[in-house]
């Protein structure tokens, strides 16, 4: 069965709100990875957590990885329009398990 | 540009044919990925390779088969091909940890 669940599927924000997509997985992972993917597009690196508790920032984007290195998550602040696209999380567990994918669609 | 090429960016065949789908790394990169992601689907990891060698294996039909060759580049072989393996083939390098995909190899198949 899949390691690695991610909800929502969907996300549709007027820009300016907030969005944050969920990835949980029933082992420990290794790592976590996040990935956007823009409509037509390959997915794209965004960041590697790999500690317990970690927290990073990259402008309006804040990931963590929970304590038990078991789920994670991405938040975007204040949303615009370019952040338009699927957001994916791969866990390490020997190998990577992608998510299913959020969907962010953003309304002008 | 990641740096990973893929070739051909698009294909259109029949039912039971076969195909080869290639992937060149980005330079220097050891370890090459496959991944098979359907139409407003997620990314289906179906093999690694690591140096040449066989590396972790996921969701792969034995109707597909892959290689890396010594010179890195990497091809993915599937026949017998059904409806249902219309997709985005995407495959992706990396030295270490982060992954680089390449554009991607849509395939048709009618």
């Known amino acids: 069965g899949q390691q690695v669940m991610q909800i929502p599927q969907y996300q549709h924000v007027q820009e300016g709100e907030d969005f944050t997509t969920y990835c949980n997985s029933s082992t420990t992972l290794s790592n976590i990875q996040w990935y956007k993917q823009r409509p037509g597009g390959h997915p794209v690196f965004l960041i590697q957590l790999v500690k317990s508790g970690e927290v990073k920032k990259q402008k309006r984007l804040t990931f963590q990885f929970g304590e038990a290195k078991k789920n994670s998550s991405l938040h975007i602040t204040a949303t615009q329009t370019t952040d338009v696209g699927t957001y994916f999380c791969?866990?390490?567990?020997?190998?990577?398990?992608f998510g299913s994918g959020t969907k962010l669609n953003v309304k002008p | 540009d990641s740096g990973v090429t893929q070739t051909p960016k698009h294909l259109i065949t029949a039912t039971g044919q076969r195909v080869t789908l290639r992937c060149s790394p980005r330079?220097?990169?050891?370890?090459v990925y496959w991944y098979q992601q359907s139409l407003d689907q997620g990314l289906q990891f179906l093999i690694q390779y690591y140096n040449g060698e066989e590396r972790a294996k996921g969701n792969i039909l034995e109707r597909f088969s892959a290689q890396q060759f010594p010179d890195l580049h990497s091809e993915l072989n599937l026949s017998s091909l059904e409806l249902g393996d219309s997709a985005l083939y995407f495959c992706?390098?990396?030295?270490?940890?982060?992954?680089?995909f390449g554009p991607g190899t849509r395939l048709l198949v009618l």
């Open positions: 992706a390098s990396s030295a270490e940890e982060t992954q680089y």
């Open positions: 330079s220097g990169d050891l370890s």
């Open positions: 791969a866990g390490s567990i020997n190998k990577f398990y």
